[in-house]
């Protein structure tokens, strides 16, 4: 019974979360800067710099990407070759990379790949 009570507490907490997250567009990133928020978009492209850095290119192809996902560490484990094409949600701060739209994830809760 503790168990259950513990994980219905945790979930509650997490979906009180979820829905304080405000989901922003393009066009709304910039105004939004240093929120927190989520993006949905189409991957057209994936870079692996390293074994702790992959840059996701979400809204178009690199250079002309709408913005940039930087997965940090080595937590989010997807099979990054699957997922151009293929829609995609991240939740994160959004920022300015080299005065370009940029969202930096590292745990797995802050993405959502559809993948089929």
């Not at 009570?5 to 907490?13: Q, S």
């Amino acid at each position: 019974m503790k168990k259950f009570t513990v994980a219905f507490i945790i979930f509650v907490g997490l979906a009180g979360t979820a829905a304080a997250q405000q989901k922003f567009s393009m066009a709304e990133f910039t105004k939004n800067l240093g929120k927190t928020g989520t993006l949905c978009d189409t991957v057209y492209s994936v870079h692996i710099v390293s074994d702790t850095l992959t840059l996701l290119n979400l809204g178009g192809p690199y250079p002309k990407q709408k913005y940039t996902v930087a997965v940090k560490g080595n937590k989010i484990t997807l099979d990054w070759s699957t997922l151009k094409g293929k829609p995609l949600c991240v939740t994160g701060v959004f920022e300015l990379f080299k005065e370009r739209p940029e969202i930096e994830i590292a745990q797995p809760e802050q993405i959502n790949a559809k993948q089929q």
